[in-house]
């Protein structure tokens, strides 16, 4: 759990609405100070809470760049990760020193080792999910309260469920596939680009019963959850064999289940 005086020099955690005011400076500085037990000075963290928003430039097209003020999105997205790359050698310790160890294992430049890292933070998932549970919270504080002490992994999970961070995943079929929509068979041949609604797909009534309701006590039902890009029962470890043959999953899966957790515990106690 964040100490009580986590973040008390910023004056975030005063009450709900700076909370919500400042909802990606305080999920950022929570991750910095998880990964490295450090707490971020407060012009650190006004500085990362400023550059999530230049995250999604980095996978717009080169025309795109080009026409947008010839670069100017690009420009602030690389900035964005030069931060990132000042805060991770300021504070990384360890865990720098392994990441110039993989690189030197891999003949990989360190710098661009340093980059990935700080592109890995820089798209940190799972603000949106604090955000819901900053909403439902405002709503009903004893409820909200009562839930999550009920069956905090339940409470994770339904947050997660029902506020994907990424509400669509794209691949490209490597073979023709058969779906069925809507009862019709559809055939799509190889090379068929494919958009999959995760949304769509953690409210489905086959894997979950009354899936609009908030409900922690589903059980193994989670294991059907898709908000982090495959099947959530692929990331036990028992199944981590069958995770490596899946097309797309989430590298910071248990990551964002322990922030989201630690965020929520935070956020009852006002």
């Known amino acids: 759990s964040l100490p009580v005086d986590f973040m008390a020099h910023t004056g975030y955690w005063k009450?709900?609405?700076?909370v919500t005011k400042h909802t990606p400076h305080i999920f950022f500085t929570t991750l910095y100070w998880l990964w490295f037990d450090i707490n971020l000075t407060k012009s650190e963290c006004e500085l990362?809470?400023?550059?999530?928003?230049?995250a999604g430039f980095l996978t717009f097209p080169p025309w795109l760049h080009t026409l947008f003020?010839?670069?100017?999105?690009?420009?602030?997205?690389?900035?964005?990760?030069?931060?990132?790359?000042?805060?991770?050698?300021k504070y990384g310790g360890d865990k720098?020193?392994?990441?110039?160890?993989?690189?030197?294992?891999?003949?990989?430049?360190?710098?661009?080792?340093?980059?990935?890292?700080?592109?890995?933070?820089?798209f940190a998932g799972g603000q949106a999910h604090f955000e819901k549970?900053?909403?439902?919270?405002?709503?009903?504080?004893?409820?909200?309260?009562?839930?999550?002490?009920?069956?905090?992994?339940?409470?994770?999970?339904e947050i997660a469920r029902l506020k994907?961070?990424?509400?669509?995943?794209?691949?490209?079929?490597?073979?023709?596939h058969k779906f069925t929509i809507l009862d019709k068979e559809y055939i799509f041949p190889e090379n068929t680009l494919i958009s999959s609604s995760l949304a769509v797909a953690n409210e489905d009534k086959k894997y979950f019963n009354k899936p609009?309701?908030?409900?922690?006590?589903?059980?193994?039902?989670?294991?059907?959850?898709?908000?982090?890009?495959?099947?959530?029962?692929?990331?036990?470890?028992?199944?981590?064999?069958?995770?490596?043959?899946a097309p797309r999953f989430c590298p910071g899966h248990d990551t964002a289940f322990l922030m989201l957790k630690?965020?929520?515990?935070?956020l009852h106690t006002l």
């Open 212 to 245: 609009m309701e908030f409900d922690v006590e589903r059980g193994d039902n989670y294991g059907h959850v898709m908000t982090f890009n495959c099947v959530d029962t692929f990331y036990q470890k028992q199944n981590w064999d069958k995770l490596k043959t």
């Open 48 to 54: 990362v809470g400023g550059l999530v928003i230049n």
């Open 96 to 122: 720098l020193d392994r990441v110039n160890t993989y690189c030197d294992q891999l003949n990989i430049d360190q710098d661009i080792g340093l980059m990935c890292t700080a592109m890995g933070i820089l």
């Open 262 to 266: 630690t965020l929520i515990q935070k």
């Open 69 to 89: 003020a010839n670069g100017a999105l690009l420009r602030k997205a690389n900035g964005a990760i030069e931060a990132h790359k000042k805060l991770f050698s």
């Open 164 to 176: 994907d961070n990424i509400p669509n995943a794209t691949n490209i079929a490597n073979k023709q």
């Open 15 to 18: 009450n709900i609405k700076t």
């Open 133 to 157: 549970a900053v909403q439902r919270y405002s709503i009903n504080k004893e409820k909200e309260k009562k839930l999550f002490k009920s069956n905090p992994l339940g409470y994770v999970y």
